[in-house]
């Protein structure tokens, strides 16, 4: 797939934020599907169609009709493998749905958040119903309704709705787990809070095991015990995969050079940031941008 001008990324974001809020058919605006818009807007994605969604440090294959949800701050990429795809999009800011009271419940549910589940499998009835509420939005955005933002806003919630329907909220009654469980899960936020990555200036400032355990004011030995405990992967392991997470994303999603790339997440050498990549992925971070070319 190929990728949209920087001029071209530039006026639609530009057209984004004069409301911050788009809907779009995806078939009709080919360069706005390709945009990754993931330092502002949250999207949610009804495709018809194959293809690759890369969130974070997990990998979806999906055939048929699916619902995807993208948090901004979570860097995901999208490859679509049919000769056909179809649907609907719709982005959107935090500012433009936090007009609603109820907005940092939509933002916190698992459809969002980090470990949750932000692809879900849509069958062909529901498929028909949250078409039209897209289509809703499509038309909506177009008329002078003075309340028409609102209105946008409870569509949204509504898609949210049905879709919590297909993954439930955990049962608040449930217990809150054990000490290791909260380590794990402060931790978790805390590597996840480092990202993404906004400038070759200002490199991550928690890069080790050591970094965190500081921060969170207990022994290193502590943290990695109950990490992997919780998860089953150590403490290095899930900062590592993030860290190849974000670069794989700066690597097709911006222009800046490899050292820069290898610099900002943490890398005072390219050949140190060359090495740890490869390590990791089979592949040099040269190699994956030239196939993305």
Not at 254 to 271: E, H, K, M, R, V
Request: glycine fraction near 4%; proline fraction near 5%.
């Amino acid at each position: 797939m190929s990728t949209p001008t920087a001029r071209s990324v530039s006026a639609f974001n530009s057209e984004l934020k004069l409301r911050g809020f788009k809907a779009f058919r995806i078939e009709e605006d080919g360069a706005a599907t390709r945009v990754y818009s993931r330092k502002d807007f949250y999207k949610i994605c009804l495709t018809t169609g194959r293809s690759f969604i890369h969130y974070a440090s997990r990998s979806f294959e999906q055939k048929g009709t699916v619902l995807f949800f993208g948090n901004p701050h979570i860097p995901y990429s999208w490859e679509t493998r049919s000769r056909t795809y179809t649907g609907y999009t719709c982005l959107f800011s935090e500012r433009f749905l936090q007009l609603s009271e109820r907005s940092e419940a939509v933002l916190q549910s698992p459809l969002f958040r980090l470990g949750g589940t932000p692809v879900l499998t849509i069958d062909p009835g529901r498929c028909d119903f949250l078409a039209a509420i897209f289509q809703k939005m499509i038309d909506e955005q177009e008329t002078d309704y003075p309340y028409k933002d609102e209105l946008i806003r409870n569509y949204i919630q509504l898609i949210v709705h049905e879709a919590l329907k297909l993954h439930p909220v955990a049962n608040p009654a449930d217990p809150v787990g054990n000490a290791a469980s909260r380590l794990t899960a402060v931790f978790l936020e805390l590597l996840e809070r480092q990202f993404p990555v906004e400038t070759p200036d200002r490199p991550l400032e928690l890069k080790s095991p050591q970094d965190y355990a500081h921060q969170l004011s207990v022994h290193v030995n502590h943290l990695n015990s109950s990490v992997k405990s919780v998860t089953g992967k150590t403490t290095s392991a899930h900062i590592s995969d993030r860290i190849v997470a974000e670069a794989r994303a700066l690597l097709e999603h911006t222009d800046w050079n490899i050292s820069a790339i290898g610099y900002a997440l943490g890398f005072d050498y390219p050949t140190y940031f060359s090495n740890f990549f490869k390590k990791l992925t089979g592949q040099s971070p040269r190699a994956v941008r030239k196939s993305l070319l």
